[in-house]
């Protein structure tokens, strides 16, 4: 399974680093997708990194989000900076087996729990 972890209470402006750690198998050979839902709304893709470790930003990530693997923590980290109100809601981890997906939400499954992110001053 994936846990993501990390979420808090930041100031506007402010920076977080999320972690979506596996456990059970190992995160070789799996592109993991980093996700959010703000309430109300759908959830939409914002970062992910593919199996050999291409990256695709969505508009939420691009210029202050960075996405990162460590293979020998069975963990893939996102770091978020100069971060907005609008940032706001639940971020959610899942992977998929190989590579080519992009961040297409429909390819992705074993969402794990979520981690909650508020910026507020």
């Known amino acids: 399974q994936l846990q993501a972890s990390g979420g808090g209470l930041v100031q506007p402006g402010g920076s977080l680093r999320l972690s979506c750690v596996a456990s059970?198998?190992?995160?070789?050979?799996?592109?993991i997708g980093w996700f959010r839902q703000a309430p109300g709304k759908e959830r939409e893709a914002v970062l992910c990194?593919?199996?050999?470790?291409?990256?695709w930003y969505e508009d939420p990530a691009k210029g202050r989000f960075t996405i990162a693997r460590d293979s020998a923590k069975n963990t893939v980290y996102m770091h978020m900076y100069r971060l907005k109100p609008e940032g706001t809601a639940m971020y959610f981890c899942?992977?998929?087996?190989?590579?080519?997906?992009?961040?297409?939400?429909?390819?992705?499954?074993?969402w794990g729990r979520g981690t909650q992110v508020t910026v507020s001053s």
């Open positions: 899942a992977r998929a087996y190989g590579s080519g997906f992009g961040c297409a939400m429909s390819s992705y499954d074993s």
């Open positions: 990194i593919s199996s050999t470790d291409g990256t």
């Open positions: 059970g198998f190992s995160l070789e050979g799996y592109s």
